[in-house]
């Protein structure tokens, strides 16, 4: 592509994706989207969620979101086909990367044996937090009430069941921290 192709090219995307914020602006009263979004997918929203997303944050492919809860999504975040069902909240911090990924904030259904036919109660539900600078691999599970830290990376079809510090790669199931960064 040349020069003259690349400058012209660079209007006609940003109307483009003004363009498609403005049309899911309308469609979806419950989302709030910041300057500069590329949506570059779809976004779809079910049974009344709220999501917020951040400044310059890019969305690949189609990002489902479901539930009664709040998402927010920092800026400067790539959300690349990841499903995301919020009952309560989730929190992405600012440059964070998901890659074809869930997150789930609750376990739809009560534990004990003897209640798992009844509706759901608040101890089934807890929020989740992703730090700032986090890369999450593609088919990782994130379970409710996890607290993952700045600068981790999650691997590819981990399942995080506990919290995970900052500045560490988890993989497997269950999850295994096997790098440490240092300063």
């Not at 730090?131 to 409710?144: D, P, Q, R, S, T």
């Not at 607290?147 to 995970?164: C, F, L, Y």
């Amino acid at each position: 592509m040349t020069g003259v192709a690349r400058a012209r090219r660079g209007p006609v995307l940003r109307a483009v994706y003004a363009f498609r914020r403005g049309w899911y602006r309308l469609r979806y009263r419950r989302l709030t989207l910041g300057r500069d979004v590329e949506i570059r997918g779809r976004i779809r929203l079910r049974r009344g969620v709220r999501v917020s997303i951040g400044d310059r944050t890019r969305v690949n492919k189609l990002v489902r979101f479901a539930g009664p809860g709040e998402v927010r999504v920092g800026t400067d975040c790539l959300l690349n086909a990841t499903w995301i069902g919020c009952w309560t909240s989730v929190t992405i911090g600012d440059r964070s990367l998901l890659s074809n990924c869930e997150l789930i904030d609750n376990d739809f259904h009560n534990l004990p044996p003897e209640l798992r036919h009844e509706p759901a109660t608040d101890r089934t539900r807890a929020p989740i937090v992703i730090g700032e600078n986090v890369w999450i691999g593609a088919h990782a599970l994130v379970l409710k009430g996890v607290r993952i830290g700045d600068d981790s990376v999650v691997g590819a079809a981990t399942v995080v069941r506990t919290d995970v510090p900052p500045r560490v790669v988890v993989v497997g199931n269950p999850q295994q921290t096997v790098k440490k960064f240092h300063d």
